[in-house]
């Protein structure tokens, strides 16, 4: 399985970097464009200190609604998400991590026990496997069995992307969800780009072309994408900025769903009825859609499926109107998807990092 892109990752990612600070771009520095609720925040500020050290991520995929589920996250590096989520989801919950360095798979395993104990947990709830986001069923990770899977940052360092998405899209159950950040390209990066080792270990040789990314989740199955935040990403090495020309980067947190086939869709009348926690007010669904508690507003056919399908079910009175869904007759316009644009309306741009304090040219060797 291990390909001459995965050789390089795992040296970038497992031996060159020790801490965020050492990476060339402030991927791992971008704002969300909405406050994290406080149970994310208090979650986060219980993880031990050297796994958030070594946190490579560029964004902070935490959805909502999280207690009691079973969650996988492809490319868990030091663990630090993994940890924050293993409070999210409760004693009754389980996450799962997944990583093919196995330098960072041993230092996220040494600290199972100390957020056991700093949660007052009977048992773990957090575990950890060496293994290939393409080849999730032979690491242990069984189809129709994950409710959400999450990812920061890591399928743009991923060479078959299509098949990472396929997987995904395998073990969730029916209803579930994939919640992740990632790197973007404004435009579709050549291939000399991707050979380079230092561009792809710092997610630009890999990012994918934003509209490309849209199609290629609806070939694999997944719902429309739902783009939840966006931000401009600055590349601090003067020689990568160079290299990389005319292309821009953005990470990008989108969520997809696993629909149930062949189910009838139709547009509907949706009321939120502010029970997740957190979100006792207004539930921001995504950019597009803001679910204002005891207020009925019309959506289309998909998102009324998503809702009817997934664990938000309970949350949402649901009136499914008569009159069939005609938006399949139509050309899809995805402009509202583009996380340039969002990153751009939302003046979505970190402009100091502590990154830009260290600018060493990494130079891996070429054998």
Same mark, same amino acid.
């Given at each position: 399985?291990? +390909? ?38 208090? %979650?986060? %500020? ?79 709830? +957090? ?21 959400? @899977?999450?990812?920061?940052?890591? @399928? ?29 390209? /404004? ?19 890999? /990012? ?14 997944? /719902? ?12 601090? !090495? ?11 980067? %953005? /990470? ?14 139709? !547009? ?28 009925? *507003? ?14 938000? *079910?309970?949350?949402?009175? *649901? ?49």
């Amino acid at each position: 399985m291990t +390909t001459e892109v995965h050789e390089n990752v795992q040296k970038y990612y497992g031996t060159r970097l020790e801490s965020s600070c050492d990476l060339q771009t402030n991927a791992a520095c971008t704002l969300p464009c909405r406050p994290l609720p406080k149970s994310a925040v208090n %979650a986060l %500020a219980l993880v031990h200190p050297e796994v958030t050290k070594r946190f490579f991520g560029c964004g902070l995929p935490v959805p909502e609604k999280l207690e009691g589920c079973r969650i996988l996250d492809l490319g868990s590096g030091s663990g630090r998400d993994c940890y924050a989520l293993s409070k999210l989801v409760g004693e009754s919950g389980h996450v799962t991590g997944i990583d093919m360095t196995e330098n960072l798979i041993l230092a996220s395993q040494k600290y199972i026990q100390h957020h056991q104990e700093k949660f007052g947990y009977a048992n773990p709830n +957090t575990s950890f496997v060496k293994g290939y986001m393409e080849k999730l069923g032979e690491a242990g990770i069984q189809k129709d069995t994950i409710d959400i @899977i999450v990812s920061n940052c890591v @399928i743009c360092l991923c060479p078959d992307k299509k098949t990472v998405l396929q997987e995904a899209y395998n073990v969730l159950k029916d209803g579930g969800e994939m919640y992740f950040s990632d790197m973007y390209a /404004s435009k579709v990066v050549p291939d000399l780009l991707k050979k380079d080792p230092v561009l792809w270990g710092e997610g630009m040789g890999g /990012s994918l072309f934003w509209q490309d990314f849209i199609s290629l989740v609806q070939e694999v199955g997944f /719902s429309t994408p739902y783009l939840v935040s966006a931000s401009h990403i600055m590349v601090h !090495n003067c020689e990568l900025k160079k290299k990389a020309g005319d292309i821009n980067y %953005a /990470s990008g947190t989108y969520r997809l769903f696993k629909l149930p086939q062949n189910t009838s869709k139709a !547009n509907a009348m949706v009321t939120y009825k502010g029970t997740v926690p957190d979100y006792p007010n207004q539930l921001d669904f995504d950019s597009s859609h803001c679910f204002k508690k005891d207020e009925a *507003i019309q959506v289309d056919a998909e998102m009324a499926l998503v809702l009817q399908c997934s664990r938000f *079910i309970p949350d949402f009175s *649901i009136q499914v109107l008569d009159r069939p869904d005609e938006s399949h007759n139509l050309t899809p316009q995805y402009c509202h998807l583009n996380p340039f644009c969002l990153a751009d309306n939302l003046g979505s741009t970190v402009k100091q990092c502590s990154k830009q304090a260290s600018q060493k040219a990494f130079r891996p060797d070429h054998r």
